[in-house]
């Protein structure tokens, strides 16, 4: 039971250029989050699924895209990287909604130069 | 607009003695805390929470104390162990919002031999 796994750790980009941070969850939970943590400052939501095929917007979710095709798999992807992405970005999932306890990911750090 | 706020950054306190981490809240309508506890490169791990219809939870070495009249809860960690050393962030799920968290900034807390 591997819990939430994130990939890559780390990655560089370049301005303007694309990705997808990968987020795996075995625990079939329903309810799966992005987050991102920049210096000093808490985790702020990206975006969330509340079950597969259903997506939703966060407090931050401006130059981010995200798809739930599965219970197990929901991707974030980054459309024309910019320096304000620049940030360390947590994946998490849970049972229920309702203040159920999250369970992360290690996180992805990326840098976008 | 910070809903959930912790106003010291950090914390550095002997070991054996207590460790006092506050958290404010703004919105009345927040019903359940939740503390979590982040090691450098590691995800955010969930600690202890507290339902408002109660004023403490106590976990082993660790106590969440709630005080709704001024929107303040705080965590103590007695006694405090090196292994202690680490980012607290309290957060707080809005009503009826999938499941979400809002965080505070963190508490990074430094435990001292």
């Known amino acids: 039971n591997a819990g939430v796994t994130q990939t890559p750790k780390f990655r560089i980009l370049k301005i303007g250029q694309s990705m997808t941070l990968q987020c795996a969850q075995d625990?079939?939970?329903?309810?799966m989050y992005w987050y991102r943590q920049d210096p000093g400052m808490g985790l702020k939501l990206i975006y969330y699924s509340v079950g597969a095929g259903i997506t939703d917007k966060g407090e931050v979710p401006n130059g981010y895209n995200v798809s739930r095709s599965t219970t197990e798999d929901f991707p974030l992807r980054l459309e024309l990287a910019a320096p304000s992405q620049t940030s360390v970005y947590f994946c998490?999932?849970?049972?229920?909604?309702?203040?159920?306890?999250?369970?992360f990911g290690n996180g992805t750090r990326l840098t976008v130069t | 607009d910070q809903q959930v706020k912790q106003n010291s950054p950090s914390l550095s306190v002997q070991e054996g003695r207590i460790s006092i981490l506050n958290c404010d809240y703004t919105n009345s309508m927040f019903d359940y805390f939740l503390w979590y506890k982040k090691y450098p490169a590691e995800g955010p791990t969930f600690l202890i929470s507290i339902s408002s219809i109660k004023d403490k939870n106590e976990d082993g070495r660790f106590t969440v104390f709630l005080n709704k009249s001024a929107k303040h809860l705080s965590l103590h960690i007695v006694p405090s162990q090196p292994g202690d050393s680490a980012v607290y962030f309290c957060a707080a799920p809005p009503y009826n919002q999938g499941g979400k968290l809002i965080f505070g900034q963190g508490t990074e807390l430094s435990v001292k031999p």
């Open positions: 625990m079939n939970h329903n309810y």
């Open positions: 998490a999932s849970s049972p229920t909604g309702g203040g159920s306890p999250l369970h």
